[in-house]
């Protein structure tokens, strides 16, 4: 079973510019999450989907984030403008769908750098 | 909100001893699951071992079980034998089962060493 895929691995950009980052969750996954991980720190949620429907984004600054999940498949999640404090490895995750026992898997996280 | 503590920044153990890190949590659900999350430089996030809050027994897997005190809501994870490969973050984990999608609450991660 392919596990999730997430591309880039890493990136730099200069602050100001637009940045995306794509995740394929594992197939049949119905729930998607984006989470950001500063430096020696935990995951924090930005984004969860259900299935194309975006269930809790309280914590996604959309004044600068946005994510898609069309389909209820593939996601991105873009930035613009970045900002240095953007700086962050930016995770992917996928489980089974709401209310069943599972856990969340893990993509491997692109590495952002803002400079 | 619920909430996920580990007190442990970083730790280091010999190679072949024994290690446990802590992990208390915060909720007033009683429905839920603790896991914990292996994530070595690579930054794969894996996970090492889960556990049913309903389920009195503790789960083990291999070199690593836990500790689950349910009414103290506290959360250890023991690594016997512990070997290189296990050095790495290790995260605690808290999942509330919603209709709407699993939510995940993460602890700040334990920097274990395991020393040759």
């Known amino acids: 079973e392919a596990g999730v895929v997430q591309s880039p691995r890493y990136k730099i950009i200069e602050k100001k510019q637009p940045v995306a980052f794509w995740c394929n969750p594992i197939?049949?996954?119905?729930?998607l999450y984006w989470y950001r991980q500063n430096l020696g720190q935990g995951p924090e949620l930005l984004i969860r989907?259900?299935?194309?429907?975006?269930?809790?984004d309280s914590q996604l600054p959309k004044d600068r984030f946005s994510a898609e999940r069309l389909k209820g498949v593939d996601s991105t999640l873009k930035i613009q403008p970045a900002e240095l404090g953007d700086s962050a490895v930016y995770l992917c995750?996928?489980?089974?769908?709401?209310?069943?026992?599972?856990?969340?898997?893990f993509g491997q996280g692109t590495r952002l750098t803002v400079v | 909100a619920q909430t996920v503590t580990q007190s442990q920044p970083e730790m280091s153990v010999q190679e072949a001893e024994t290690v446990t890190l802590s992990c208390t949590y915060d909720?007033?659900?009683?429905?839920?699951?603790l896991f914990w999350y292996k994530q070595p430089p690579s930054r794969q996030m894996i996970l090492v071992i889960r556990?049913?809050?309903?389920?009195?027994q503790n789960a083990t897997e291999n070199r690593f079980s836990v500790n689950f005190q349910k009414a103290a809501k506290s959360f250890s994870l023991k690594i016997s034998d512990s070997q290189l490969g296990d050095t790495a973050m290790y995260f605690c984990?808290?999942?509330?089962?919603?209709?709407?999608?699993?939510?995940?609450?993460f602890g700040t991660g334990t920097s274990l060493t395991v020393i040759p």
């Open positions: 909720t007033s659900e009683n429905n839920y699951y």
């Open positions: 197939s049949g996954h119905n729930t």
């Open positions: 989907y259900e299935n194309e429907e975006a269930v809790d």
């Open positions: 995750a996928s489980s089974r769908g709401a209310g069943l026992n599972t856990e969340a898997f």
């Open positions: 556990q049913e809050a309903y389920k009195q």
């Open positions: 984990a808290f999942m509330k089962p919603l209709m709407t999608g699993n939510q995940f609450y």
